[in-house]
């Protein structure tokens, strides 16, 4: 209620698209300082809110920007393209995007340069921060034993 009383509004599919990457995503990396990723904080309990009074201003129209015209189905999911595009007659009358409201380009080289400048900054200074390293490695050692038991073990009829 807070929330929307700032003018705020919830968003369940947004919430639950964040929740489920970050479950998929569980123990499958190392943040820049080392240590194992777990995310626990977004699967749990993260809420996404819109600020529609913000998300409506034409400078984050590029941000929601997708292809709009059908192109495709196959196996019961969609593929859309660029509206305009393709050589049907459909095509020639259909609006295009205009180039402000595309998403920006963005390439594999702007990617790594925007990590390796984020784990530049990340400087784990702590005992604490080594010991909770080891104590989530050793947790992800014990999940994987009993994991293994399982698999190993037998069951009688």
């Known amino acids: 209620n807070k929330m929307a009383m700032f003018g705020f509004v919830y968003s369940e599919p947004l919430t639950l698209s964040v929740k489920n990457t970050a479950k998929k995503e569980m123990y499958t990396g190392r943040a820049p300082n080392g240590i194992l990723l777990n995310a626990q904080h977004v699967w749990l309990t993260l809420k996404v809110f819109i600020n529609p009074a913000v998300a409506s201003l034409p400078e984050h129209a590029h941000l929601l920007a997708e292809p709009g015209c059908f192109l495709k189905r196959v196996n019961k999911v969609r593929t859309n393209r660029e509206c305009g595009t393709g050589d049907d007659e459909q095509a020639k009358v259909e609006s295009v995007l205009p180039e402000k409201v ?56």
């Open 102 to 157: 595309k998403p920006l380009p963005i390439s594999q080289e702007q990617d790594k340069k925007w990590f390796e400048l984020i784990k530049s900054k990340v400087v784990d200074k702590t005992e604490a921060g080594n010991q909770q390293k080891k104590e989530i490695e050793e947790g992800i050692l014990r999940k994987a034993r009993r994991e293994e038991k399982k698999a190993n073990a037998t069951v009688t009829v």
